[in-house]
């Protein structure tokens, strides 16, 4: 699951497209936020700003009139907007009992009104907060200052009516500004002004809701049309990438599929079609020229070597009789260097590919071991091999067999009279097959591994002896051929610090792929999705 991620988060489109609904998301929410702060901050500044004013013209009122004109006053404002002004209650505020009155307004129609008020003396209070219950819901911040120091704070608070048991009036929320009257300077009475704001209040939780929804509803439908569209283009990918993989194995008679949209993808896969067919005309040329200068080089060089061994034949037993063997045993080597160069070059050109097929490499290696065990005892080497039974590999069983040749043949050629050389085969990790052959002798420093792969290289301490550095050359295109790799670690012998025992050895592996990864890739259609 993890690795899914991984490879997901690893596809530019995904992650183009993820940015792209990254920035929906935030203009979703950066429009709903304009919403949010025109509808409920604007109205709730409004608030403040009247409740402002109105604490102001309290102050005033107390200062010109008295206590009982702020009463009257806090009354007038709690009545309601459509009160006959010739009724009874209206006559009580000014011409009954103040204290008295206000209580009795403020039962008129309880604590739903948008005004809420509270005058609190040491001795009594009034106002439609004086029954309620509730608590404050946020701390106090001082907004503006009062007459000679004193300071008004606005707060933030819920009330309940108590004399009402609706769920209306339960836990409404309000906002306000608190403060003191003065008298000549002192305080005399505590003063509460706020507002109802439980409507503006549920309206900014229902945009907030909104937003929340539809942030989460963006980023849901960006993720999905990012997997959409990145699996989409992530298929045309994976097309070019299996054909990638084909021609290099040698496969050149493939083609990437095309939709005929001409879209970008559909170009670039007509000019690699294109490409491919220039650089297949190019390889049918050159294998046509490699053939046609095998052919003739190799009679010649035959009739050369026949006519120097017939002239040695007729000298008999001289000299020069010699020197014509060794010339046409040199004659022999070049036959040999050129068929391996054109073999490695047919190799890499993906040639025999078709010959590839599941087969359990026990009974070749087996062969093989009772082939060179003699060999080995003739040079004074110690041979022994341990061949896992029951493994399979795609392979071709003549090429598989002519890289264990070399292999094998090169370990005898340098490993000194008295070392070990060990030929082993096992299954690894994912059912794949490692086949390696094992030496003591002085084996190939690291740093010339895989130089040593290349065509005719030949180390230093390998020119006196005979060969043209084309063997491993051709175990790398058989490996290649067959999607193997190719190791090079250390053996079996040991290092020392004595120089003429310094022998760490060589091993050789040829890996190969489990063989449903190894089998070819279907043959591509013209056509996609």
Do not use: W
């Not at 050369?304 to 060794?326: C, H, K, N």
């Not at 110690?382 to 040749?405: E, M, P």
């Not at 390696?436 to 010339?448: K, L």
Request: charged share 25%.
């Amino acid at each position: 699951m993890i690795e899914a991620v991984r490879k997901l988060f690893r596809n530019t489109l995904f992650r183009l497209s993820l940015v792209g609904a990254l920035l929906t998301v935030l203009s979703v929410g950066a429009a709903i936020y304009v919403v949010y702060y025109s509808m409920v901050s604007t109205e709730i500044r409004r608030v403040d700003a009247a409740i402002e004013e109105e604490i102001s013209q309290f102050q005033d009122i107390y200062d010109s009139s008295g206590q009982k004109a702020v009463e009257t006053a806090i009354a007038l404002k709690r009545l309601p907007k459509d009160i006959d002004t010739q009724s009874d209650d209206y006559k009580t505020v000014y011409h009954g009992n103040a204290v008295r009155a206000v209580g009795e307004v403020m039962n008129l129609r309880g604590a739903t009104f948008e005004g809420l008020y509270l005058v609190q003396t040491p001795g009594y209070s009034e106002g439609n907060l004086r029954n309620s219950t509730g608590e404050q819901t946020q701390e106090a911040e001082i907004v503006l200052p009062g007459p000679e120091g004193i300071t008004y704070k606005r707060v933030g608070f819920s009330y309940s009516e108590t004399r009402y048991s609706n769920a209306e009036y339960i836990n409404r929320r309000a906002r306000g500004i608190t403060g003191q009257l003065l008298l000549d300077g002192e305080a005399v009475a505590a003063i509460i002004v706020a507002r109802d704001v439980e409507a503006i209040s549920r309206a900014g939780d229902q945009i907030a809701k909104t937003l929340l929804k539809s942030l989460a509803l963006a980023a849901f439908l960006g993720l999905l049309s990012s997997l959409f569209v990145s699996r989409r283009f992530a298929r045309r990918v994976d097309a070019f990438n299996k054909l990638a993989t084909d021609v290099r194995a040698g496969n050149l008679d493939r083609r990437a599929p095309r939709n005929y949209s001409e879209d970008e993808m559909d170009m670039l896969a007509e000019h690699l079609n294109s490409m491919l067919d220039h650089i297949d005309r190019l390889m049918q040329a050159m294998r046509y020229a490699g053939d046609s200068v095998a052919h003739d080089l190799r009679t010649p060089l035959t009739r050369l070597r026949t006519r120097l061994e017939s002239a040695a034949v007729e000298l008999g037993d001289t000299p020069e009789a010699d020197i014509l063997f060794d010339a046409a045993g040199d004659a022999d080597e070049l036959l040999a260097t050129f068929d391996s160069v054109l073999r490695i070059a047919r190799l890499e050109a993906g040639e025999r590919r078709e010959l590839l097929k599941p087969l359990d490499p026990k009974d070749t290696l087996e062969d093989l071991a009772e082939l060179y065990e003699p060999a080995c005892e003739d040079a004074g080497l110690t041979f022994t091999f341990d061949i896992a039974a029951k493994t399979q590999i795609l392979a071709d069983r003549g090429l598989l067999s002519q890289a264990v040749s070399n292999l094998l043949e090169n370990a005898i050629k340098y490993t000194p009279s008295g070392g070990h050389i060990h030929l082993s085969s096992e299954r690894g990790k994912q059912n794949r097959v490692k086949i390696s052959i094992a030496d003591d002798g002085p084996g190939i420093p690291s740093f010339d591994r895989e130089r040593v792969k290349e065509r005719f290289v030949r180390l230093d301490k390998s020119r006196t002896l005979p060969g043209s550095g084309l063997g491993l050359a051709l175990v790398d295109a058989v490996a290649d051929l067959h999607q193997a790799e190719l190791h090079m670690d250390d053996g079996l012998g040991k290092n020392s610090l004595d120089e003429d025992v310094n022998r760490p050895g060589l091993k050789i592996s040829l890996i190969f792929p489990n063989v449903k990864s190894a089998l070819p890739n279907k043959a591509m259609t013209e056509t996609t999705t």
